[in-house]
């Protein structure tokens, strides 16, 4: 057999195996899966369900606006810069006296990333980091308007989480589990501290 034809057979033998590892190794699946990065909750909610999101209280005292601060950091995109993906910043913990309400401002800073709709959602959780949803007890209303906006590059959207209180709810500390969806950009999860004393 010539050397030519033993030169086209280790370059075949080459491309199989490349193939063969691109295909069936866990460590490749980033360069071959677009949506590797996302955050894939086992029992994930349907953000886009208009039921999953509670309609706004009416607020009896006058609220007070919370200070940001940022949530957690979204998985990176191979080969992209941190300073051009996209961020959410939100208060992750309020304090608050029976009877009162308090709005959270939550802003979606979009940068390089978009368009695509931004969704969120807000449950009760029986401690951080918990996955369980729990009812809301009696006497606290939570609710984000708009609960979704269609969102493009280079621009910044607000939201706002609102936290109702009444004069008899039990005192103590409860959780709630913010779940945010970008389309084609990030799924995250973040937990917000709400102590009622």
């Not at 050397?3 to 057979?9: D, F, L, P």
């Not at 004069?167 to 799924?187: C, H, K, M, S, T």
Request: hydrophobic share 35%; glycine share 6%.
């Amino acid at each position: 057999m010539s050397r030519k034809w033993w030169i086209v057979i280790a370059v075949v033998l080459v491309l199989l195996v490349s193939v063969f590892l691109y295909m069936t190794q866990p460590w490749l699946e980033p360069l071959h899966s677009p949506s590797w990065y996302l955050h894939n909750t086992p029992g994930q909610p349907n953000l886009s369900s208009p039921d999953r999101f509670p309609k706004p209280p009416d607020a009896t005292t006058t609220p007070k606006p919370t200070t940001l601060s940022p949530t957690q950091t979204p998985v990176t995109i191979p080969g992209k810069s941190l300073l051009e993906s996209a961020r959410v910043l939100y208060a992750d913990s309020v304090d608050l006296k029976a009877g009162e309400t308090r709005l959270i401002d939550v802003t979606l800073e979009t940068r390089k990333d978009g368009p695509g709709e931004f969704s969120c959602v807000i449950f009760r959780t029986d401690k951080e980091y918990g996955k369980d949803t729990l009812p809301m007890p009696r006497g606290l209303e939570v609710s984000i308007e708009p609960p979704k906006v269609m969102a493009s590059p280079n621009n910044t959207y607000h939201l706002t989480i609102t936290i109702k209180t009444t004069p008899d709810i039990a005192l103590g500390e409860y959780w709630l589990r913010f779940e945010q969806d970008f389309e084609n950009v990030f799924r995250a999860t973040g937990w917000i501290r709400v102590k009622i004393g």
